[in-house]
């Protein structure tokens, strides 16, 4: 491991990475990496791009399909103590990249702050939430972003604030390797209104989502005015499998992850479905998930 001497307490080589997924599918990568400092990640980065090691930086994991021959690679979790922390100020939150979403959404309810209740029920940490823009039916995260605290691949760190940082359906314009943290803007609310409101968000979503399956939630992103489940749905998609990959019968755009399933199935269904519905209704649906292969 010469490559990263000096760092070996956080580093481990040819790890398993389907247990860092909610698919729980994939190969192994050849490093595997969790700085417990930004003084720390920006040494890992140095010796990466140093020995032309390609990174991916993983979060938790839940909108994520990992090849079945894994990756040639270094892979970056930040979860260590110092990624994971939240800072509360009045009405102002920092949330570090490695937070878990669930928990903050739990913790903004009990401080009677509102703003982020539209994540109750999505997987997920911080910084992978920030990047993709995480949200649904009632809202995503980007409308409580103010500003995100950025590092590069060269291990320069820098902020991005709004209006110059925008977000999109399921998408922004942080082209940065890593999101560090993010300042959000919350509103002081009635704790009770705030908890009735995730109340009724988590019961929309364990009645119209296969929750207590192995899936990584919505495939595919919705098309401008239509929904992507309706359309897999109407194509007559429900149920169809190939290997130990089977679009969901609770909601068509959930794939869910069977007994024995590999990460080849899951793609060979994606691009079955595709085809179909490009087939039937002359619309190309665009992947939400993230595939590293």
Request: charged share 25%; aromatic share 8%; proline share 3%.
């Amino acid at each position: 491991m010469s490559i990263f001497d000096g760092l070996e307490q956080i580093v481990e080589t040819d790890y398993p990475l389907a247990k860092c997924t909610w698919y729980g599918l994939g190969g192994a990568a050849d490093y595997f990496v969790r700085p417990k400092t930004v003084e720390q990640l920006k040494q890992v980065v140095q010796r990466c791009n140093e020995n032309e090691i390609p990174i991916y930086v993983l979060g938790a994991g839940s909108n994520l399909l990992i090849s079945d021959d894994g990756l040639r690679a270094a892979v970056i979790k930040l979860e260590a103590e110092k990624f994971a922390q939240t800072q509360f100020d009045g009405e102002q939150l920092t949330a570090w990249a490695g937070a878990e979403l669930a928990k903050l959404v739990l913790t903004c309810v009990k401080k009677g702050l509102s703003g982020i209740e539209a994540l109750t029920g999505i997987p997920g940490s911080v910084g992978g939430a920030v990047k993709m823009n995480a949200g649904g039916n009632f809202g995503d995260i980007g409308a409580a972003v103010e500003t995100v605290t950025l590092m590069d691949s060269q291990g320069n760190i820098f902020e991005k604030s709004k209006p110059e940082l925008m977000f999109d359906y399921r998408c922004t314009n942080i082209t940065a390797k890593f999101i560090l943290n993010a300042q959000l803007k919350l509103t002081a609310a009635d704790p009770e209104q705030i908890m009735r409101t995730v109340k009724e968000i988590w019961i929309y979503k364990k009645n119209n989502q296969p929750l207590n399956t192995k899936n990584s939630g919505c495939i595919f992103k919705n098309p401008r005015g239509v929904s992507a489940g309706a359309l897999i749905d109407r194509a007559g998609l429900k149920g169809l499998q190939i290997g130990g990959a089977v679009v969901s019968e609770k909601h068509a755009n959930f794939i869910i992850a069977q007994k024995n399933c590999r990460s080849r199935d899951v793609m060979r269904l994606t691009d079955a479905i595709k085809e179909r519905v490009k087939e039937q209704f002359d619309i190309e649906l665009e992947l939400e998930i993230e595939i590293w292969n």
